[in-house]
Structure formats: C-alpha cells, structure tokens
C-alpha cells in the first residue's frame, strides 16, 4: 500500500540547535515528496517539495529536506531552531488514488515540533 | 490578494441538522479537495475535483457532499448522516493534482 509515515509524534530541541524531523514513504514509482507546517487553528503552509533532481531540497524559513531512494527516506532539517518554528508539521506524498485512478496527496500523522528557549 | 477563504471559521450544529461550509478560490486553480483533521491522526481527503463540474469521492466521503458548478468555489456540505462530524475542516486548491496544494484557514466545526 501507498503510504506515508512520520515515526515521532514529538520532537524537542533546544534554541539553536538544529532540528530533524522524520518522514518515509512507500509508494509505487516515482515519489513526489512534500513538507508542509501548520500552526494552532490555522491551515497548512507549504514549505518545500522534491520532484526530481538534487537530493537536497531547499524550501521557506531556512528549511531544507534531503531526499534518501535507498532508505525511502524524506527528512525535514534546519540548522538553527528558532523558538517560533513550534508547530506542527506535516509530510505528504503523492499517491495513486484506487477510487477514480487519479493522483492525491495522502498525508502522515504530523510532528509536533517543540523548540525550547 | 490571491489566496483561499474558508467560511464560517467557527460552525456548532446541532444533531441531525445539515451545514454547509464555503470554500472560495481566486488562484485560478483546477483542483479543489476538502480534508478532515482529526487529533493524532493527520488529514484525511473526503471529496476532490480536478475540474468544474467533476468531482470524486475520498477516503472518508460518507455522510459529506459537494459541489463544483463554479471553478472558484468548492462547498462542502456535512449531513446528518455523518455520525461523528466535529472535526476542523481544511479546503484546499492546487494548479493540478501534481503540484503542491495551498490552505485556507479551515473551519472548526462542533456538534452540540
């Protein structure tokens, strides 16, 4: 089955430290990978997306993700957390959706990320 | 300003009754989908439409209805059919199903 997972229902990390947070997938051909942020009671932002091409995507606010075929892999990075990063963070995939043969994103659980003064 | 509006941002229901939420679009985008987030368990799609007048059911599309007779608008109705329908509600629109979808601001709705 076509999915998408985020190991961590939680990060922390302190302020200037840098952060991870974690995504794989599982799809059938190419993957079209997608990071989005959304903070309280408010919709999703996007932030970055890997198509094809280089492995090391750059995206808004100093994020980047690095796209990993062998490990199925697509990890959200930032170098120096800032206490307003605090949110909650979504990977998404696009997937073969059975109902009508139409391509869908399907989303993970989310991250929340805690960035600690 | 190009963007996308959800409306009411806060909805109570009372049981048994149907309400309808608004999504409008002025980014010229083809495809529209409306999304149910649940705590802990991400967004799940209930209708999209890659084009006016078109539309498919998601995941979780028991219970909801839309509509697309306008390529800027994509309503979402929630019926007394759905039985546990308090949940925030996401729309969102996209240049084609390939590209990378932008939000609204969502709406909350709570049955009381």
């Known amino acids: 089955a076509q999915s998408v997972a985020q190991p961590e229902d939680q990060v922390n990390v302190a302020e200037g430290n840098p952060l991870t947070v974690k995504c794989t997938y599982s799809?059938?051909?190419?993957?079209?990978l997608f990071w989005y942020v959304q903070y309280p009671n408010r919709g999703l932002q996007f932030l970055l997306k890997?198509?094809?091409?280089?492995?090391l995507v750059k995206g808004s606010y100093g994020f980047e993700a690095e796209f990993n075929k062998s490990q199925t892999s697509f990890h959200l990075k930032k170098p120096s957390a800032l206490v307003s990063d605090s949110a909650l963070y979504f990977c998404?995939?696009?997937?073969?959706?059975?109902?009508?043969?139409?391509?869908?994103?399907?989303f993970g659980k989310g991250t929340k990320l805690s960035v600690i003064p | 300003d190009g963007g996308i509006t959800q409306s009411p941002k806060y909805l109570f229901r009372k049981e048994g009754q149907n309400v309808t939420l608004s999504c409008e679009q002025n980014?010229?985008?083809?495809?529209m989908y409306w999304y149910r987030q649940d705590p802990g368990q991400g967004l799940r799609l209930i209708y999209y439409?890659?084009?006016?007048?078109?539309?498919q059911k998601g995941d979780i599309a028991e219970g909801y209805s839309v509509s697309r007779e306008k390529k800027e608008s994509f309503p979402l109705t929630v019926t007394s059919a759905q039985k546990n329908p308090t949940a925030f509600y996401l729309c969102?629109?996209?240049?084609?199903?390939?590209?990378?979808?932008?939000f609204g601001q969502g709406t909350r709705l709570t049955v009381v």
């Open positions: 980014l010229n985008h083809d495809a």
């Open positions: 890997y198509i094809t091409g280089d492995n």
């Open positions: 799809v059938s051909g190419n993957p079209y």
């Open positions: 969102a629109s996209s240049i084609s199903p390939y590209d990378e979808a932008f």
């Open positions: 439409s890659q084009i006016v007048n078109d539309f």
């Open positions: 998404a995939v696009r997937v073969l959706h059975s109902g009508a043969g139409s391509y869908q994103l399907t």
